[in-house]
């Protein structure tokens, strides 16, 4: 079978599930072989994206147990063959970035395998030295260079502790939320800093909370931009977990949010791949979700997904599949005719080869842009469709007046669609229950289970995934139970 004939059975059958023009489409992966202009040169890890088309690419180069590269090139309106503003040769060895606050203070960057960029050209680095620092760069647009301590009094780094961490964000109001790599035994699993303009010269400043996590291998984390929301990759049992709360309050996990891969993710080899990174897309309420298997050379290129997940109960943003998820492996097949390939391609310089999907970040544009460890290189993908916008649910407290009674009012509106309202009251504080069921009693959704203090509360009820009909909402409350139908009309 010729390339041009697999490319033509693929498209037929994007044909066949949605409109073959509103598709997720690589626009372009940065030149591999182009060592000398615009290549990363090396594995590329992790990608921080500053603004659409300028980003920050990191190199973590492993040999064994032993680090053998660990540095961050940037590009600068960037596509396949330019952007790179400066680099360290083709494959390089024994390459290592050195943070510093201009005197004696020195960390090296060693085994980093996320960063994250933001708007004003930070560059958060979870590092594994030592003392496991979260190191911050700037970006001066020329360079990557430390901030200047003495001149601004910031001291942009801090130590987390004996353990490695693997992922890294940065919510709105500057938060720094990192989450270690493997948890057995360890109680500090997610840990949250605040902005980096309140860090200490001591670089061993307390978090302003943490989180327990189920023993586990994390490997990414992102949060929503009010840091409301966090979700964190366990690669090992292939699931997403999510934590809602505030870093002044801390955090509780959401039982109603259930993402996890299925048997039919698995490469062509047997091997199970797990989700490695995310990433929150603010206007649109989106969790893109990069799923791989870890440093797999081989039977590894043919596996690697980015699913896009509602945020409020881990389901797929649509039935569509040529618009809730992007199956990198097979583009990449699409493009160059095998799996471990970099060149060739229906168009020149949109296909990364050796999939090795780790890494996944938007920029305000609402582009996605991932990596290829495997294929040095870092891709930028587009949907020329409209991205759906997700009603975030949830419960809010909405009256201070300590209510005489439990009440569980009719949701409004009713019928819906697909959004609705339920208003209950809380006479007590205590333990509260508010559960979705469908007509043979199987529950769909659980909107609160945890510790309610008295008032009066609304939650939020989202059934864009689920078909129209008649559904039950119940309450427990202490030893009070109450149950309402709903009619969802789509």
Known sequence: MTRLTRYFIVLLILCAVGTADAQWRCLYATYDDNWDGNAIGAQAASVGVIKENTFIALVSAWSGDVSTNCYMLPYVNADSATGRKYGYGY??????????????DQVIMAGAWKIKATPDSLIYVANNDPDHNILVFKFTGDTIATVPVKSTGVYPRQQTGSTAIHGIDVDANGYVYVCVDSTTG???????????????????????????????????????????????????????????????????????????????????????????????????????????????????????????????????????????????????????????????????????????????????????????????????????????????TGVEEIGDMLPSGYVLSQNYPNPFNPTTAIDFTLPASGFVSLKVYDLLGREVMTLVNEQKAAGTYRATFDASNMPSGTYFYALKAGSFNSVKKMTLVK
């Open 91 to 104: 494959d390089p060895t024994d390459v290592f970035q050195v943070w510093t606050d201009g005197g004696f």
């Open 186 to 392: 360890g109680t500090k699993d997610i840990q949250v800093y605040n902005p980096v303009s309140q860090w200490t010269a001591s670089h061993t400043d307390a978090p302003a909370c943490t989180i327990d996590l189920p023993n586990g291998r994390y490997q990414g984390i992102t949060v929503s931009s009010d840091g409301k929301m966090i979700f964190v990759c366990e690669y090992a049992s292939r699931k997403v977990l999510k934590y809602k709360g505030t870093p002044a309050t801390g955090y509780t996990a959401d039982a109603g949010f259930n993402f996890a891969l299925s048997a039919g993710d698995t490469l062509s080899s047997g091997l199970t791949a797990g989700p490695v990174g995310a990433a929150y897309l603010a206007p649109n309420n989106i969790l893109a979700v990069a799923c791989s298997r870890l440093l797999t050379l081989g039977a590894g290129y043919s596996y690697g997904r980015i699913y896009l997940v509602n945020v409020n109960n881990g389901n797929l943003i649509s039935t569509d599949t040529t618009l809730n998820y992007i199956n990198t492996a097979l583009w990449n097949f699409v493009q160059t005719g095998t799996y471990q390939t970099r060149g060739g391609g229906t168009v020149p310089g949109n296909a990364s080869g050796y999939t090795s999907t780790y890494d996944v970040k938007w920029d305000a544009a609402k582009n996605l842009y991932t990596q290829s460890y495997y294929g040095w290189t870092v891709d930028k993908w587009q949907y020329n469709g409209t991205l759906p916008t997700i009603t975030l």
